[in-house]
């Protein structure tokens, strides 16, 4: 198993722009998770899908900020317009259930937004 | 409040000794708790997963403990290798789904 797919690895773009991060989840898992990491603030939970239906997007910041998870094998975060307050790594995880199975994380989008 | 509070911050050790990170938590309900290795650069890898009957979980080297009483929980790394250098976090689900992470501790394993 190839494991979560994220890419684009590094994305670099100037303010107002917009930006599509893209995630392949594990087949199988039906949980699927965006996660924004900052030295500051460390991990926090953007949103999450259960069945591609979105369940909790309480962590979305703001309007700017959008998920969508069209099939079990794709999801997309998209931020339009990008700020520099944006610039974060940000994760994709899944795991076979929502409870009590591991989070499967990819490696992560280094967003930079100048 | 529900949070997650882990020590120490960070920790330098030599290669081949043993150590271990702490993990207190105030999370209510408790359903489970989880350690995380997270290496620079990539995303965090699943170590242990406890719930509240489990009092200690091993993962070859790595042994976890809980103390669901006193909300306490700890990583025993036995015998540290270079390639244990990463950052420990300790995540806690509450009952109902939430995730609460705590801010990880970054190990440095010299030789």
């Known amino acids: 198993d190839a494991g979560v797919i994220q890419s684009p690895r590094h994305e670099v773009t100037e303010m107002g722009q917009e930006v599509t991060l893209r995630c392949k989840p594990i087949?199988?898992?039906?949980?699927l998770f965006w996660y924004r990491q900052t030295m500051m603030r460390g991990l926090e939970l953007l949103i999450y899908f259960n069945n591609n239906v979105p369940i909790d997007d309480s962590g979305m910041p703001e309007d700017r900020f959008s998920a969508k998870m069209p099939n079990a094998s794709f999801s997309t975060l998209k931020i339009q317009p990008s700020e520099p307050r944006d610039s974060a790594v940000y994760f994709c995880a899944s795991s076979l259930d929502s409870y009590n199975s591991p989070l499967h994380f990819g490696n992560g989008t280094r967003l930079t937004v100048t | 409040k529900n949070q997650v509070e882990q020590s120490p911050q960070s920790l330098i050790i030599l290669e081949g000794k043993n150590c271990t990170l702490q993990c207190n938590y105030t999370v209510s309900p408790f359903s489970n708790l989880r350690w995380y290795k997270q290496d620079t650069g990539r995303g965090p890898v699943s170590l242990t997963i406890?719930?509240?009957?489990?009092n200690t979980k091993s993962n070859g080297r790595y042994t976890a403990t809980l103390d669901a009483d006193t909300k306490q929980s700890s990583l025993h790394i036995t015998a540290s290798q270079l390639s244990d250098s990463a950052s420990y976090i300790c995540?806690?689900?509450?009952?109902?789904?939430?995730?609460?992470f705590g801010a990880g501790t970054i190990l440095r394993v010299k030789s």
């Open positions: 406890m719930t509240f009957s489990e």
């Open positions: 087949s199988g898992h039906n949980s």
């Open positions: 995540v806690v689900r509450q009952y109902g789904n939430k995730l609460v």
